[in-house]
Nanobody
Framework: QLQLVESGGGLVQPGGPLSLPCAYS????????IGWFRQAPGQEREGISC????????NYQNSVKGRFTISRDSAKNAVYLQMNSLTPEDTAVYYC??????????????????WGQGTQVTVSS
């Protein structure tokens, strides 16, 4: 059974860093791209980053480009989202998801089949 579990969320001060692990099981990254999404209160879920099946390509939404980094560790069955220079606008529930598709610049929900339950990130002083 394919599963994804996010962790690492919490309260962080503006300007601070936070790393979100996404632990996966039941599949190998050789066949799935992994995406990170977030949903702020009252807003639609948006795709912010993805990493390709072979790990060679990454994409970022403009609002996080240069601040967030996606990476993966197949040995640990995990994908990470390192977030730096956080602002209150980054407050949201963060989700990881898997897709048997390509990681492209337009990161859309409908491409992704399997989802984690989400982890809350709150940026506030």
């Amino acid at each position: 059974q394919l599963q994804l579990v996010e962790s690492g969320g919490g309260l962080v001060q503006p300007g601070g860093p936070l790393s979100l692990p996404c632990a996966y099981s039941g599949f190998t990254l050789d066949y799935y791209a992994i995406g990170w999404f977030r949903q702020a209160p009252g807003q639609e879920r948006e795709g912010i980053s993805c990493i390709s099946r072979n790990g060679g390509r990454t994409n970022y939404q403009n609002s996080v480009k240069g601040r967030f980094t996606i990476s993966r560790d197949s040995a640990k069955n995990a994908v990470y989202l390192q977030m730096n220079s956080l602002t209150p606008e980054d407050t949201a529930v963060y989700y990881c998801a898997a897709a048997s598709a390509y990681c492209i610049s337009n990161i859309v929900q409908r491409t992704y089949t399997y989802w984690g339950q989400g982890t809350q990130v709150t940026v506030s002083s």
